[in-house]
């Protein structure tokens, strides 16, 4: 209990976390301290990523056991192969849903860095292609670690391409009203939380069930993603970090799982009585109201009452071209992208809010994304009122979205830096590899599992300086002086 | 005096203890992450030995007639009269490596590269040994020699719940088989 502060910054959450104790709830906190020391063989890429069923097979970082692999794999190959696996799985997460043999498309403006990009890999085009071919690299090591290396940042390339194919960058002029904080838990008597990121088929239908059925009475929130449909983006309690507490707080009615969502939260709705579905069943719609409703009068949690004013507003960038005129028009000099998940291994909300200031006081101007971004909105870095208020994109592309814009813009010279707070899934490495690729300066706060190979990090850092690009990753969780000093100097 | 313990049952082999002995205790930047990176390279002072079936993570058993000490030459090996706990003086250490072969459980270490001998101290100055901290199964344990008598006692009442369980008469020899 004494280390509260030290696991969120916001005093809301930490009252939630001292109750969540209280009831004896075990949440994500207790979960990764429980987990440490994760395992070290991975963390500096020495757990060999190849699927053969001979192994596992594990290099001794400290030169005392086995050097290699059972095929004779060394620790070059095995840190750049699980690089490789990492981002294969990356790219696969970026295939267009519709079109899942679609070729990459690219801006025209990125027509310096691309070419430049494309002749130090090798190639003459990056094609869908290229996702066999890494998985052929990944059938049996037969490939050099420069060359694992190689095809790792050429599918990081191509996560690029497909992500720009996104809605959001076909040039729609969309801002989107956003509205984030605990104060939305006491605006209406029912409140519907949802995970993970749903259909919009689903949401369409949920939202008009509830419009019927709950008028003014309920809610539909988010816990933790950004959810647009139609216009408007779903208000959001919190950030994905602290959904376990929102859930705790006993201002739930009922959660919706969508595609995305931890175990952890399902299992926290059953100990809690909270009655959760999956939006995978569209049949459950009208089940879940009805619960809601049913639900209106369990107190889970008495003594929880935030108040209705604790909510921000922000307006949302779902579309390249707003902010291609906002980079247009705007008159700072320096940019900076700021954005990720939450990360266990610092305090929640804990960088974004840090940093961002800071960035902001040094005449920077900070665009964010993901749950880096909620916090930007949660404390009120992103409202108009400001007189420079932080840009924050939509979900899903994130930085992607900034870079066609930047580049449309001409201003992909000023950007000083884009740097992720965490990483949660495969894709947002290999987007950060791919920007990186493309000549840009990337940086992130958790480490990544290279430090096993000195050689293959000083390849892969090697053939992104021939790209201008660079990846920067600490030993170590990055502080947030260091974060600025990176920004900085 | 207290001990490191083993749960045989529970030990996967997965040498989470040595990585971790190895970057706390033999390198300076204490971290798993920046051991790695260092030179000359960390050594464990705890090694996982056995086979994937039989696993086991072997340290100093700081014996009470411990051989090293009375074969080291110069007096670097010695027992700490507070702890009971047999440790180098790695400034009186000749790296003669006399004592990695008299030790019967072959767990004192030759380190050439900082021309010392290297072996567990049970990390003396800290709460817990790393190793005992780290293990993700909790096979390691630190117990009281004191308490032995209590923690094997299931042993012993086993042992005799079979022996009474044959319903034999006369005299019995304690065969275990």
């Known amino acids: 209990m004494e280390s509260i502060q030290v696991k969120t910054v916001d005093p809301i959450s930490q009252e939630l976390l001292r109750s969540a104790y209280q009831r004896g709830l075990k949440l994500s906190w207790d979960r990764f301290e429980k987990l440490q020391p994760q395992d070290g063989f991975l963390r500096i890429g020495l757990s060999c990523p190849y699927g053969c069923l001979q192994g596992p097979c594990r290099i001794d970082p400290f030169g005392r056991g086995p050097d290699r692999g059972l095929c004779g794999l060394d620790r070059e190959g095995m840190t750049a192969a699980l690089l490789l696996r990492l981002t294969l799985s990356g790219a696969l997460e970026a295939i267009p849903e519709d079109k899942p043999t679609s070729e990459p498309s690219w801006a025209p403006s990125l027509k310096e860095a691309l070419p430049r990009a494309l002749k130090n890999l090798g190639e003459d085009r990056i094609s869908s292609a290229e996702v066999p071919k890494a998985a052929a690299l990944l059938n049996r090591p037969m490939e050099s670690a420069e060359g694992m290396i190689a095809q790792a940042l050429r599918l990081a390339l191509l996560t690029i391409g497909w992500l720009s194919k996104g809605p959001a960058s076909q040039g729609r002029k969309k801002q989107l009203p956003l509205r984030v904080g605990y104060g939305l838990l006491a605006q209406k008597e029912i409140n519907i939380g949802i995970c993970g ?15 019927k059925n709950l008028s003014a009475m309920g ?18 309690v919190c950030t ?3 959904a376990e507490l929102v859930l705790n707080s006993g201002r739930i009615n009922c959660l919706i799982a969508g595609p995305g969502t931890d175990p952890s939260i399902t299992e926290l709705c059953r100990t809690l009585n909270i009655f959760s579905a999956s939006s995978l069943d569209p049949k459950s719609i009208r089940d879940l109201v009805k619960k809601a409703k049913e639900a209106q009068n369990i107190s889970i949690q008495a003594g929880f009452n935030p108040q209705p004013s604790l909510v921000e507003e922000a307006e949302v960038i779902a579309a390249s071209s707003i902010l291609e005129e906002s980079f247009k028009k705007g008159p700072a000099k320096k940019l900076a992208l700021l954005g990720g998940a939450d990360h266990p291994c610092h305090p929640l909300g804990w960088i974004p809010t840090e940093v961002t200031p800071a960035l902001l006081g040094k005449g920077f101007s900070v665009t964010g994304w993901g749950d880096c971004g909620l916090w930007m909105v949660k404390k009120g870095l992103a409202s108009a009122k400001n007189k420079r208020p932080v840009q924050i994109l939509a979900g899903g592309q994130g930085p992607v979205l900034a870079l066609k814009a930047l580049a449309d813009s001409g201003r992909l010279k000023d950007v000083k830096g884009i740097f992720y707070t965490g990483i949660k899934s495969c894709q947002d490495l290999a987007v950060a590899l791919g920007l990186a690729v493309l000549g840009l300066r990337v940086g992130m706060a958790v480490p990544l599992p290279l430090w096993g190979s000195e050689k293959a990090r000083n390849l892969l850092q090697e053939k992104l300086a021939a790209m201008a690009g660079s990846l920067t990753h600490f030993d170590h969780p990055a502080q947030a002086e260091e974060i600025l000093d990176w920004f900085i100097k | 005096m207290k001990v490191i313990g083993v749960h045989l049952d529970r030990c996967t082999g997965c040498k989470t203890c040595e990585l971790y002995c190895a970057a706390e205790r033999g390198s300076d930047g204490k971290t798993l992450l920046k051991a790695v990176q260092e030179s000359p390279t960390p050594k464990p002072r705890v090694r996982v030995e056995g086979n994937n079936q039989l696993p086991i993570a072997m340290h100093c058993r700081h014996c009470l007639n411990a051989p090293c000490i009375d074969a080291c030459l110069t007096g670097a090996l010695t027992r700490e009269p507070k702890s009971n706990l047999v440790v180098v003086q790695e400034d009186r250490c000749i790296a003669c490596w006399t004592c990695t072969m008299f030790c019967p459980y072959g767990v004192i270490y030759p380190w050439p590269d900082r021309k010392i001998a290297l072996k567990c101290d049970r990390c003396a100055f800290m709460d817990n040994p790393v190793c005992v901290e780290v293990c993700p199964c909790k096979a390691l344990e630190l117990v009281d020699v004191e308490e032995f008598d209590k923690i094997f006692e299931h042993r012993r009442q086993e042992v005799s719940k079979r022996i009474v369980g044959k319903k034999a008469g006369g005299l019995l020899l304690l065969d275990l088989k």
């Open chain 1, 197 to 211: 990121r749903p259909s919009p088929e689903f949401l369409k239908a949920l939202l008009a069930e509830v419009d």
């Open chain 1, 219 to 236: 809610q539909v929130l988010s816990l933790g993603e950004f959810i647009s449909l139609e216009g408007i983006c779903l208000p959001s």
């Open chain 1, 240 to 242: 994905s970090g602290e």
